[in-house]
């Protein structure tokens, strides 16, 4: 039997049991005694979550069997998404949500006195990624189902994925996530789907017969997980490759009493997929992440090559049939491998080759930090993949003579090489990936802007027809209909559930806005959230909030450029201000802060203990009582934004304009009625063009005035001394008010901000202390700030990923 997929809500009123629950209660039965392997009575919670997640699976499978055939008997269009992240975060909420099936499944379980959202609590996050990169492809992959797109995800099966973040004494301390523990009943190893992977070893060449012999092979074994899109209409893949030596046993050398070194192999196999690099813009130039970016790619080229081939019989079709978009230049590497594929195993020329490869492959960028720019040292990409090096070359030595014949100087030749001749020779894996695309795309406005005026510039200035935008979105099935049932409620009776499908239908509520019935219903829906939040952190952390106070939340990596550090020293800044002035009528504020730190960034890790020290000695503070709060939410993931997200009143998005590429965040906290403060920078211009200037809290410097004041004439000193507020919180933290344990804790960083400011915090504080009291102001006039939260509802559909997706399938892979 399959599940209804009329699309019926969670929430509605749980009916006495009937066939299809009983249906399904006799399939969670059989799955918890044939498979799990169980009796009721001997069956603990997380055996009744493994049989009721097999239950569903059961149903999800028939549909995924369907999806994969109905594609290929079409000879549709496929794409393939290459990540070396996907931060997916739970699947059982998601997959009952997305078939209907919520209530059975709840009624089913209720049977047997078992809650299904306390089931879904032992379901660990799915971490395989660092943020907004990862969390971006799992929303992608949702919505590429949701809009019926045939696609497979590809990427890693990390064994541990993301850390999880402990706070000890107020320092991030970094501990393994083990999410495979107790199994993972989501995936199905494919061993029939393995490839041999090589490294290494010499290139010979025989009368124009190139042959690559590696010197080291590792397989590549299939692990996939379905993803199920919107009302179960389409099944995709994710697959994840896991990492086998040929020989797991070197069985001679094991009975010579050699017994580590007969496992060696199996053991430089497992160390491929065992971590996920925890950097996210701070890349750590290893030679393990080179190792997985070219495992996972070479993987995944030769899969699509495989079908395509055993499908269509012709690999010059393959443009016609497959679309490759790279999530950032992590895998850039497979433009050499499918180069390498079409010359050498399918024998076509050098210009046959960079044909098909280019028709085929489209490139994202995600960042223009300058470190955060992949180039790898040529000697080391020789070592590791001696045929690609020279393909490497073959590609620049035809780019380059193109940028000749376009006329372009030495300085711009030298810019659009694909290796970078300063210092120690390196090769630079964006130019490798936007000479290698027919696209390249930025993730919103103006960051693709900036990629036209910057790092891109002079390929930009040769193929002035490739770079073009494409701004982000999130699937608003888990961002607001999971996430926050009680929202969804009211909206659907509002405006009818068309919304869920077809997000821009939110815009019907504008008209509403004003409406203070509505308002209200609106308020006490957020204020369930903040109590159900309230009670949740009071649990993790001991501290009690008050659901009345403005939630005023920054949960996000900690980085310097997304500045943290303004809003800490603006919340010093308030402490001092409401001290000094008790017989004002302060808004009461919860400051609530999440985010991990990469673990070699010393700030970073720095500003995580600033934000407990800061929440220690204001928290214990009977002067400030109820009036202000701070607190650090350990180990930030996707679960917990699913939380905190309904909860806010505020979203905290300041980075100094130009650094954040777009922000994802922004957009779920608006889709869930907060308001935002932020900079003119990423996807916050686009929100703030939609949802317009009086329903959002603008503030500080443009890019274009930061690349100015950058560019000479900024100092910071003279800003901080000029402004009372800033210098005495500055001061304060320097001299160790925070830290009395260790009064010179924060003097490095504070000196950082009085001598160069790179991130421009004195330079924009007084703007963000002025837009602070503004929200203050605002949050007063009740009835103003309701229809504020619903205009931001109302009109951040677009920023659904249904309309990025659109958007893609129609201008870079075309597909339906
Ligand atoms: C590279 C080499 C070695 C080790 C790590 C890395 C690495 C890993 C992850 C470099 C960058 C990342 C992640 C970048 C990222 O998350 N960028 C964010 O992408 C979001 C989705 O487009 C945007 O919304 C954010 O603005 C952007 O910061």
Redesign the pocket.
Known sequence: MTFSTNGSPNGSPTRSPDRKTSELDARILAALRHRVGKTERAAKPHDWYNAAVLALRDDIIDRWFASTSAAHEAGAKRVYYLS??FLIGRLLRDALSNLGASREMAAALEQHGLDLAALEELEPDAALG???????AACFMESLASLDIPAFGYGIRYINGMFRQRIDEGWQVELPETWLAHGNPWEFERRESAYRIGFGGEVTSNDGVIRWVPGETIEATAFDTPVVGWQGKRVNTLRLWNANALDPIALDAFNAGDHAGALAAQVRADTLVRVL?P????????EL?LRQEFFFSSASIQDIVRRHVQYYGDVRSLPDKAAIQLN?T?PSVAVAELMRLLMDDHHLTFAESWDITRRTIAY?N??LLPE?L?SWPLPLFERMLPRHMQIVYAINAHVLREARKAGLDDAAIAAISLIDEHGERRVRMANLAFVGAHSVNG??AL?TDLMKQTVFADLHKLYPARINNKT?GVTPRRWLHQANPRLTGLVREAIGDGFIADAEQLSTLAAMAGDAALGERVDEVKRANKVDLANHLRELTGIRLDPDALFDVQIK?IHEYKRQLLNLIETVALYDQIRSHPERDWVPRVKIFGGKAAPTYHNAKLIIKLANDIARRINSDPSVGEVLKVVFVPNYNVSLAEKIIPAADLSEQISTAGM?????GNMKFAFNGALTIGTLD??NIEIMERVGRDNIVIFGLTAEEVALKRAGGYNPADVIEGSRELAQAVHSIASGVFSPDDPGRYQGLMDALMHSDWFMVAADFDAYAAAQREVDARWCDRAAWRKSAIMNIAQVGWFSSDRTIGEYARDIWGVK
Do not use: M
């Open positions: 070396l992240e660092n943020g907004g990169l990862g969390r971006l690099y950097a996210d813009s701070t890349p750590a130039g290893q992440r950032d992590h994202t995600h960042t955060a992949e993730v919103a960051h982000n990596r954040e590429a777009s922000g994802t990423g996807a």
